[in-house]
Structures are given as structure tokens and as C-alpha cells.
T-cell receptor
Framework: TQLLEQSPQFLSIQEGENLTVYCNSSSVFSSLQWYRQEPGEGPVLLVT?????EVKKLKRLTFQFGDARKDSSLHITAAQPGDTGLYLCAGAPGGTYKYIFGTGTRLKVLA | ETGVTQTPRHLVMGMTNKKSLKCEQHLGHNAMYWYKQSAKKPLELMFV???????ENNSVPSRFSPECPNSSHLFLHLHTLQPEDSALYLC???????????????FGPGTRLLVL
């Protein structure tokens, strides 16, 4: 069974702090996605990474895909209250639509 | 607004009831998905439809019955559910191209189901 473990599970920080969320697996994925889900809404895609070692930046968010394509990280610089939400990673084994979602990291940024 | 709508947004039902969840996408996509999101478990893929054909049934109990009459609509028929089936049920859609395994999925807001 392919699993994606995220850490930490919960994170509460002050506005302006930096944070990193990790997504780890023992399996290899051909691509990995990060989503953010706000209360009462479905997850919204933030980024897709497909190449081992790839780094993508989206304003204050930096995403990295591990060289072996088994893990990924999300780093947020100068967190804002608007970053509050549930962050989910999802991996797709090659050639399928069967996305496997991580356990989630619930982030709260205090003003 | 992601272009994927779900109704109802909230549903309370008894174990002997029959109800249906509806999902509609206005994005011209060809693949549609049902997911279950529980408080204590990761988001779980239930069913996948690609060009109206079911391509994935992730060992879902038969008390959940999907229906995809066309590429824009997806239903989940519920019958004799258990309290442990209480969860947020999310619908998603994607382009459905066979060429990519990194497709963007667009999620609806979900139906929060409580089974008494």
C-alpha cells in the first residue's frame, strides 16, 4: 500500500514566521501535487512537480520534489493569516489517475 | 468557484434511508471522481469515471453506488449506510487526457454527510 505521510500534523505559528511542511513516502511517484483546503471548501491545487529535484516557487511558497521522487516539501516564507488551511500532498503512480493523498497538515497563522 | 458544484451541501440520513449526492462540472472535463474525507483518515479515492466509463472502484462497499450518465454529471447513490460512513464526500473533475498522469483536479465544495 502506498502511503504519503505528512509532518507536522498540526502547526500554529505567528504571522511573519517561516515554516516547512514535509510529505514523505517509501514509494516513487511520477508526479506530486500540493493542495490547500479551506473550511467548507474542496482542495485547491497549488502546484504540480514532476521532475526529481525540481523546485517551484509561487510567491511566498516554495515547493521541492525530492531527487528520488519519494518526498516533497512546502516552505512558506513570512506566513500570513490567509495561509491558514489544510495542506495536502497527493502523488500519482505513473500512468494512472489514482491519486493518493497525504495525511494532511493543518496550519493556523495567528495575526 | 471552481466550476464543480455539489448538492446537497449537507445531508443527515438514517441507516435505512436512500439518498443521492449530485455533482456537476461546467469545465468540459471527461474524468470525474468521488472521494471520501474523514476526520481521522487521508482523503480516499472511491470511484473514477473516464469518458463515462468507470475505471476505478477502490474496494468501496456496495452500499455506495455511483452513476455517470454523461461527462458533466456524477451521482453517488447511498443505501443502508452505517454511522462510520459519516464524512465529507468530495467530487472532482479533470481533463481526462490519457497522455498525462499529472492532471489538475478541480474539486467541488463537498457534501457533509451525517448518518444516524
Amino acid at each position: 500500500t502506498q502511503l504519503l505521510e505528512q509532518s507536522p500534523q498540526f502547526l500554529s505559528i505567528q504571522e511573519g514566521e517561516n515554516l516547512t511542511v514535509y510529505c514523505n513516502s517509501s514509494s516513487v511517484f511520477s508526479s506530486l501535487q500540493w493542495y490547500r483546503q479551506e473550511p467548507g471548501e474542496g482542495p485547491v491545487l497549488l502546484v504540480t512537480v514532476v521532475t526529481g529535484g525540481e523546485v517551484k516557487k509561487l510567491k511566498r511558497l516554495t515547493f521541492q520534489f525530492g531527487d528520488a521522487r519519494k518526498d516533497s516539501s512546502l516552505h512558506i516564507t513570512a506566513a500570513q493569516p490567509g495561509d491558514t488551511g489544510l495542506y495536502l500532498c497527493a502523488g500519482a503512480p505513473g500512468g494512472t489517475y489514482k491519486y493518493i493523498f497525504g495525511t494532511g497538515t493543518r496550519l493556523k497563522v495567528l495575526a | 468557484e471552481t466550476g464543480v458544484t455539489q448538492t446537497p451541501r449537507h445531508l443527515v440520513m438514517g441507516m435505512t434511508n436512500k439518498k443521492s449526492l449530485k455533482c456537476e462540472q461546467h469545465l468540459g472535463h471527461n474524468a470525474m471522481y468521488w472521494y471520501k474525507q474523514s476526520a481521522k483518515k487521508p482523503l480516499e479515492l472511491m470511484f473514477v469515471y473516464n469518458f463515462k466509463e468507470q475505471t476505478e472502484n477502490n474496494s468501496v462497499p456496495s452500499r455506495f453506488s455511483p452513476e455517470c450518465p454523461n461527462s458533466s454529471h456524477l451521482f453517488l447513490h447511498l443505501h443502508t449506510l452505517q454511522p462510520e460512513d459519516s464524512a465529507l464526500y468530495l467530487c472532482a473533475s479533470s481533463q481526462g487526457s490519457q497522455a498525462s498522469d499529472s492532471e489538475t483536479q478541480y474539486f467541488g465544495p463537498g457534501t457533509r454527510l451525517l448518518v444516524l
